[in-house]
């Protein structure tokens, strides 16, 4: 019996402390990348925003693709992606009212040191796809229907190339899975520089191709539309995007570096 | 959280070193967990002691179901507390998606079934050997119910620690309806996952450590207590 009460004043404890938690009211739902949140540029770039407005930022952290999804159905209060064209559809679709260029960083080829394609001394990224492809070599896709998984299929189009067959996997994960896979199997794969620079598993991987205009990776932070979810946090939001977009907002972004490099370059206009 | 290439040491570390942040993670793992466990029982021990005593059309379709529930993979369990809680959903105006609530609910229904199922086996077979019994003492079922869950009180506590057990190694729905948010809904399963993602398989094997030997604790103590009762109620 007295277990069971117990077992009651734990289980009451813990619904209060549910409720308290839900109570609290001044924090924003961000979906965004998982560049973003795993190279650790939200964990330092968040609490500035946070003592200056005192909103709490809730970052849930998954592929553009399913970010845009989880926007689009009313369940986040603000979008930071990577997918500019993607972006751009949303607000035609009358999901977003506004999108603005918030940082940029670029993408990298990474691949097994000894370089069984060749790629490094491609004169484009294109020409890098094309040898990959050539050769047959193992080539690990996110095939998740992310941003950067988005890119990789535009630059295999440049390439000429149809990417299929058995070197050609497609994991369906993130992007650090994705990288540690790579690495397991030995094969090349297409990253973002933040993930990459903050991946701490790269066994025999290196960068093996940069550098090209193709690969510049940007990034847009997006103003969601009230019209179909008035519930949507619409004040807090709005001061997170323009904070984003501020000289503070900015510069935090600028100074976050990773083994002393720096990961993401703003550039608001 | 510290740091080192060997697990073992870097989860010895983190227990030793205890910081504020695995402390909360830690806590929140368990509430959500014995919670989630708490629920499923009040609703899963009655359900399965009166599908054991009552006999219906249908009886055995629904013990199948239930059955077959025990292996509802959870990232469906997880898409469909997703869809429900959404804005979008049903029950979207409640707002508890990517919230602790959600965590909970979805873990009751991961749990639900097996505690369920595993409660109608046991009561099934003590009610099959004491029927007679409990027939001459007049008890209708509805009152045999508490008397039979209580006869099986000790091996419905491995019941309920097998419920328990899943929902706390349990990471495909928290992640889909928590969102591993830091701080607010990221747990022990969904930090593992994190830094494996990171590439940081040290840290994310050292707090798979820590979460075995918490489970492990926890069996522990319900094993001694469980233990001491059987000696002192004979």
């Not at chain 1, 490094?120 to 896709?141: G, K």
């Not at chain 2, 219906?56 to 013990?63: D, L, Q, S, T, Y």
């Not at chain 2, 928290?174 to 969904?190: A, F, K, Q």
Request: charged residues 15%; contains cysteine.
């Amino acid at each position: 019996m007295q277990k069971t009460t117990a077992l009651v004043a734990a289980g009451l404890v813990g619904l209060s402390w549910s409720a308290s938690l839900l109570a609290e009211d001044d924090f924003i739902t961000l979906a965004s990348t998982t560049s973003t949140e795993s190279s650790g540029l939200f964990g330092a770039i968040i609490p500035a925003f946070t003592d200056t407005t005192g909103i709490e930022v809730h970052v849930v952290a998954v592929g553009t693709g399913q970010a845009f999804e989880i926007a689009r159905r009313g369940d986040a209060d603000s979008l930071l992606v990577h997918d500019t064209a993607g972006e751009e559809q949303f607000v035609a679709n009358g999901y977003a009212t506004e999108r603005q260029n918030v940082m940029y960083n670029d993408f990298v080829l990474v691949g097994p040191s000894d370089d069984p394609a060749g790629i490094s001394d491609s004169e484009s990224a294109a020409e890098a796809f094309a040898l990959i492809a050539e050769s047959e070599s193992p080539f690990a896709s996110r095939g998740d229907d992310s941003g950067t998984n988005r890119a990789e299929l535009r630059l295999w189009e440049d390439a000429g190339v149809t990417p299929q067959g058995e070197w050609y996997r497609e994991l369906g994960s993130g992007m650090g899975q994705t990288l540690n896979t790579a690495a397991g199997m030995n094969a090349y794969t297409f990253t973002d520089r933040a993930t990459w620079v903050a991946f701490e598993n790269p066994q025999d991987l290196t960068i093996l191709f940069e550098g090209d205009e193709a690969l510049f990776n940007q990034y847009g932070s997006l103003l969601l539309s009230t019209e179909n979810n008035p519930h949507l946090k619409h004040d807090l939001a709005t001061q997170w995007h323009e904070w984003l977009l501020s000289s503070e907002g900015q510069q935090a972004i600028a100074d976050f570096e990773v083994n002393g490099q720096q990961l993401f370059f703003p550039n608001a206009e | 959280m510290p740091v080192s290439d060997n697990p073992f040491y870097t989860a010895l570390a983190l227990i030793l070193g205890m910081d504020q942040r695995l402390f909360d993670i830690v806590t929140l793992s368990l509430q959500i967990s014995l919670i989630a466990v708490l629920v499923a029982c009040l609703l899963a021990l009655p359900l399965g002691a009166a599908l054991a005593l009552w006999r219906f059309p249908g009886r055995n379709i629904v013990i199948v179901m239930l059955n077959a529930l025990m292996g509802l993979p959870p990232v469906v369990a997880g898409l469909c507390v997703y869809l429900l809680l959404s804005r979008a959903g049903p029950l979207g105006q409640w707002g508890l998606l990517f919230s602790p609530s959600a965590m909970v609910i979805a873990q009751v229904i991961l749990v639900l079934p097996i505690i369920a199922a595993l409660t109608r086996q046991q009561v099934e077979s003590l009610h099959n050997e004491y029927d007679e019994q409990l027939r001459s003492l007049g008890l209708s079922p509805l009152r045999m119910i508490p008397t039979l869950l209580w006869d099986a009180r000790f091996g419905l506590l491995t019941v309920i620690l097998a419920g328990f057990g899943r929902a706390s190694a349990e990471v495909g729905a928290v992640m889909i309806v928590g969102g591993n948010i830091d701080g607010v809904t990221r747990v022990m399963t969904t930090s593992i996952v994190l830094e494996t993602s990171k590439g940081n398989l040290p840290l994310a094997l050292g707090l798979g450590i820590v979460l075995l030997s918490l489970v492990t604790l926890i069996n522990a103590l319900a094993h001694v207590v469980s233990e001491t009762a059987k000696r002192r109620l004979g």
